[in-house]
């Protein structure tokens, strides 16, 4: 703490940051507090990831066994997953998903 001749607080700091400004240098303290508010907790549920499980699991409730085996164990596919740096073009009517149930362009 900077003793009371040199320094004095800064007003209008937030939170519970405390500033002084000491014969024109600036010292910035910010305390973090042990616990996380209510309101933080609450952005960060907001920024996370939603969950997908239950599309994932309504999903592979719907499978059919060997679906799209054709392609996966087709030669074209196999040799493009065998050959690294390599690119594999699919081309077909964009509205008949033969490989997944439902597409999203």
């Not at 937030?14 to 002084?20: K, M, N």
Request: charged share 25%.
């Amino acid at each position: 703490m900077p003793p009371a001749s040199t320094g004095f607080n800064t007003a209008h700091t937030s939170g519970s940051a405390q500033v002084y400004n000491i014969n024109g240098d600036l010292i910035n303290h910010a305390y973090e507090k042990d616990s996380t508010s209510d309101r933080d907790v609450r952005i960060y549920q907001w920024l996370a990831a939603p969950d997908s499980s239950g599309n994932f699991h309504a999903a592979r409730k719907k499978h059919h066994d060997k679906t799209g085996a054709w392609f996966i164990e087709g030669r074209e596919y196999v040799n493009w997953k065998d050959r690294p740096d390599s690119a594999l073009w699919i081309y077909g009517i964009r509205e008949s998903c033969a490989i997944l149930r439902q597409c999203r362009y």
